[in-house]
T-cell receptor
Framework: SQKIEQNSEALNIQEGKTATLTCNYT??????LQWYRQDPGRGPVFLLLIRENEKEKRKERLKVTFDTTLKQSLFHITASQPADSATYLCALEGSLLWSNTGKLIFGQGTTLQVKP | EAGVTQFPSHSVIEKGQTVTLRCDPI?????LYWYRRVMGKEIKFLLH????????ESGMPNNRFLAERTGGTYSTLKVQPAELEDSGVYFC?????????FGPGTRLTVT
């Protein structure tokens, strides 16, 4: 069956360090992979999208990699700050047949805690 | 510009009752989605409207759930009758076809 796995345990790091979050998937051939941030009591907020033919995407302190052979995406936050503390969700947009439909398949999310 | 809004923010009802959740998408967004997160699980897709038409309702759990989007603006999601397993957070989202914007969610508690 189709499955997306993110580290279920919270990730605790020190301010200034790089946080690395992992998203693994099986039995998918996604056209896109997206990362979202979710704060308590709020909806997910879009951060980055990476396409299947892209290896890496950057946006300010954020970097996403996408390895379709390993079926894995890594999400990095460099120079982390306490304000980066949140839950980060990985989401796939199905297959090419579903591309750009908005039908996202989410992982459970990883909670990041950045300590000052 | 206002974001996606949802009402109510929290609803507590008894099993067997009816609840209607409302979503107001970002103005001009033709695409409207409903998702939900039940306790301990990941956020799951329920359905997708394009304007007033249901494009994909493959995620709707059963016929106790009815979604409407009359006029292609706001949408409602009715649960009738509610069951205990319907408890969770219901998110609405909208888009023009690219980036998806989520609302804050409605927390539904069925007792």
């Amino acid at each position: 069956s189709q499955k997306i796995e993110q580290n279920s345990e919270a990730l605790n790091i020190q301010e200034g360090k790089t946080a690395t979050l992992t998203c693994n998937y099986t039995n998918y051939s996604p056209a896109y992979l997206q990362w979202y941030r979710q704060d308590p009591g709020r909806g997910p907020v879009f951060l980055l999208l990476i396409r299947e033919n892209e290896k890496e995407k950057r946006k300010e302190r954020l970097k996403v990699t996408f390895d379709t052979t390993l079926k894995q995406s890594l999400f990095h936050i460099t120079a982390s700050q306490p304000a980066d503390s949140a839950t980060y969700l990985c989401a796939l947009e199905g297959s090419l047949l579903w591309s750009n439909t908005g039908k996202l398949i989410f992982g459970q999310g990883t909670t990041l805690q950045v300590k000052p | 510009e206002a974001g996606v809004t949802q009402f109510p923010s929290h609803s507590v009802i008894e099993k067997g009752q009816t609840v209607t959740l409302r979503c107001d998408p970002i103005s001009g967004h033709d695409n409207l989605y409903w998702y939900r997160r039940v306790m301990g699980k990941e956020i799951k897709f329920l359905l997708h409207f394009v304007k007033e038409s249901k494009q994909d309702e493959s995620g709707m759990p059963n016929n106790r759930f009815l979604a409407e989007r009359t006029g292609g603006t706001y949408s409602t999601l009715k649960v009738q009758p509610a069951e205990l397993e319907d408890s969770g957070v219901y998110f609405c989202a909208s888009s023009l076809g690219g980036q998806i914007y989520f609302g804050p969610g409605t927390r539904l508690t069925v007792t």
